[in-house]
């Protein structure tokens, strides 16, 4: 049973998907540095955070057109 929603949650959610978007927009802008030490784990990490990201994004995209 969930309660129903509030002008507070709609507004953490609009906050949640900015910051979410613009990880994302981040984590495209990166570059990465083949000649560093560690690159390619840290490449695997921003590509699951990224991932993990547009799945939230879509979660609450979803959510917010249920309402």
Known sequence: MGR???????IDRARALRHLTELV???DRRVGHVERA??????????????????RISELERRKAKR
């Open 38 to 55: 560690g690159e390619a784990a840290i490449a695997r990490d921003a590509a699951a955070l990224r991932e993990k990201a547009l799945k």
């Open 4 to 10: 129903p929603p509030t002008q507070i949650d709609s």
């Open 25 to 27: 927009a981040a984590l």
